[in-house]
């Protein structure tokens, strides 16, 4: 009996200990307090938008958490937002892992006059006071730049994306406005899906560059397939320097993908800005918390916010870059 | 006198329980004290919601490892669910009534699938289940193309978003089937043949007990609770997802485990695993209101999980040596007795 009753004792102790060691002591914090959630949590990409969202209440002198699932499941992150509601934070940005499925608890947010926004993934269909994140046919039309840029009118583009996505349709639209734009010559060959599967990536664009031997620059329109188009180059003996060069446009900010810039091996890479996107929420709903003499006309009640959404822009990083460095250099949380 | 609150205390499930109340208990009136925010309306009504849909897959859940299986599979049963349903109101056109029954019709013929393998094949039933697990979220994935099916009536919404007397439809779901569940595993005799089957295959096969039978019955009430627990979060969330409930099934497990549950079979109860899922929604809740690093979460879960069955595994042990014990006094006591 002995045992067991400290057994018990033991088990009290180590809630106690896990979640009293680790707590803050904000229990007579007057600072305000502001929630982020997101899905994956742990990811690279979303530390980002974390350290900025975490920089940018620092100079506002509140405080800030992180919620949501490690893993891609939405309605845990519903579950989040309504927790962090309940809880009586000043304002919630999210980003939603699946657009309909956070409706109901943004709405629900809002309508217990607690700001709300999303960033990076949107769910539309909302009433969320705004969209922080990469407008996604300006980022396209910036790639379609730089490809003008680097190569004129004599490039002959392939394109590898899941088709039926909205964001990937809009990214490719605006590539395809600024290449018509900037060189009138230049043409897009082709299209081919590569499920978005980097493992798929590969033979369907090597299968896409021995089709078509023309093509001298792969746009990815996602973050996935970079590597894959890259092994594609290298399948057909395309990847060196030279004029038979395959240039590889990525989407991607992963450590791989930029170190891959520096050393040369991608052309480019179309680096969206999460960190931005958190300190660019953390002012929104700072804003939104803190109404002035006159109240928003969308949101009564709630300060000034746009509302549009607004776009944090992309960066075409090429080698040589600074901005390869400080992003090959993880956020402190 | 002094015997039977003495036996009483000694009682594994009873230690467990108190236990569990205990700690609950305490984390809960703890974190009000040093944070101040726990105790409010709104938080209790998140607290409550945040761990129903695994609460109602952690009842079926408790017969299934009452019986000495095991059932991984409804994390997907309950995303299947949620397609099925949604695809068959927004896209099929039927109606709410219609569309619920063939959900819940489709999720227990998966039940029945699982325990059909599991008894002509004889194949463990974390294989089995696991296999169903993998097979089904391939099959959310396909059907969905990777999207959410949304655009419900507001009276299938109100089956997750809804109130009966203040209280929210899932909650009250859980706690009338937690309630039938509970009296039926208690009183009724087809459920105490669970215990049998647990605590022995083959001695309730040698008794007369249709375990293929009930096995089957076990497996298909765990995957139509899991379908039920699917259908009111499509209403909750307005959007069926196939990465809905996403290793929900861990959660329903550990609630059991938790519970008091014997995770080799022969006990367990439905009061328990109310227990347990009370105690893992508050632990969660404790996280949040303390602003602590929500990925500590699945640590003390964890731990939780590791203590509670060390616990229950070690009381029962000390409970068999002592039937050991008596049983060798009788013997003992008879052998003199035969001897004079």
């Known amino acids: ?333 | 006198m002094h015997v039977a609150p003495r036996r009483l205390f000694e009682n594994v499930i009873v230690v467990q329980y108190i236990g569990l109340v205990c700690v609950t208990l305490l984390t809960l009136f703890g974190f009000q004290a040093a944070f101040g925010n726990v105790l409010t309306r709104a938080n209790l009504e998140v607290l409550a919601m945040n761990m129903v849909f695994e609460g109602i897959m952690a009842l079926g859940m408790t017969f299934v490892i009452i019986t000495g299986g095991i059932d991984i599979s409804v994390a997907s049963v309950f995303a299947f669910s949620e397609i099925l349903v949604a695809k068959l109101m927004v896209q099929a056109g039927f109606a709410i009534v219609p569309a619920i029954l063939v959900t819940l019709v489709a999720a227990a013929a998966i039940g029945a699938l699982n325990g059909v393998l599991i008894v002509l094949f004889r194949v463990h039933p974390l294989i089995i289940t696991m296999g169903t697990l993998l097979t089904l979220r391939g099959v959310n994935l396909a059907i969905t193309d990777g999207h959410s099916v949304s655009g419900f009536s507001d009276a299938f919404l109100f089956l997750g978003q809804g109130k009966i007397l203040g209280i929210n439809v899932p909650i009250l779901f859980f706690a009338g089937a937690a309630l039938v569940l509970g009296v039926l595993l208690g009183q009724h005799r087809f459920f105490r043949q669970l215990y049998f089957i647990g605590g022995g295959e083959r001695a309730a096969r040698l008794s007369g007990v249709n375990v293929s039978r009930v096995k089957i019955i076990i497996y298909m009430l765990s995957a139509s609770l899991a379908g039920c627990a699917g259908i009111m979060a499509a209403a909750k969330y307005g959007a069926a997802h196939w990465a809905h409930g996403n290793l929900a099934e861990l959660k329903a497990i550990a609630a059991v485990a938790i519970g008091g549950a014997n995770i080799n079979g022969g006990s367990g109860t439905i009061g328990g695993t109310v227990l347990g899922v009370i105690f893992l929604a508050v632990v969660h809740n404790a996280f949040v209101t303390s602003a602590v690093n929500t990925f500590w979460y699945d640590v003390v879960s964890g731990m939780m999980l590791l203590i509670a069955v060390l616990l229950s595994r070690f009381i029962a042990l000390r409970n068999a040596r002592a039937l050991l014990g008596l049983k060798q006094s009788k013997m003992d006591q008879l052998s003199a007795t035969s001897k004079t």
């Open chain 1, 1 to 333: 009996m002995k045992t067991s009753r400290l057994a018990f004792v033991a088990l009290a102790a180590t809630i106690g200990l896990a979640v009293g060691a680790s707590a803050p002591s904000n229990a007579a914090d007057p600072k305000e307090h502001y929630g982020m959630v997101v899905f994956l949590k742990g990811s690279e990409f979303f530390n980002w938008a974390y350290a900025g969202f975490q920089d940018e209440a620092a100079t506002l002198g509140a405080t800030t958490e992180l919620q949501g699932p490690a893993d891609w499941d939405a309605s845990a992150e519903a579950r989040a937002v309504d927790q962090l509601v309940a809880k009586g934070v000043k304002g919630v940005a999210v980003t939603a892992g699946d657009a309909d499925t956070l409706t109901a608890s943004i709405d629900a947010g809002l309508k217990a006059k607690v700001p709300v926004l999303t960033f990076d993934s949107d769910s539309p269909k909302s009433h969320r006071l705004l969209f922080v994140g990469t407008n996604n046919y300006n980022a396209g039309y910036q790639a379609g730049l730089a490809v003008a840029k680097l190569l004129g009118d004599k490039a002959r583009v392939g394109i590898s994306r899941i088709p039926g996505l909205d964001s990937i349709n809009h990214r490719v639209a605006g590539f395809t406005d600024a290449l018509k734009k900037m060189a009138p010559g230049a043409q897009i060959v082709t299209e081919v899906n590569d499920e978005g599967d980097l493992q798929k990536a590969e033979p369907v664009n090597t299968a896409m560059l021995q089709a078509h031997p023309e093509i001298n620059v792969i746009f990815c329109g996602h973050g996935n397939p970079a590597t894959g188009a890259l092994a594609a180059t290298r399948n057909v003996g395309r990847d060196k320097d030279g004029p038979n060069k395959v240039y590889v446009v990525a989407w991607a900010i992963d450590v791989p993908i930029l170190q891959g810039v520096e050393n040369g091996d991608y052309g480019m890479t179309v680096a969206q800005n999460p960190y931005m996107m958190g300190v660019q929420s953390m002012l929104e709903l700072w804003s939104a918390a803190h109404p002035t003499q006159f109240d928003s006309m969308s949101n009564p009640g709630l300060g000034q916010v746009p509302t549009s959404d607004l776009d944090t822009g992309v960066k075409i990083l090429v080698k040589g870059d600074p901005a390869i460095k400080a992003l090959m250099t993880p956020p402190k949380l």
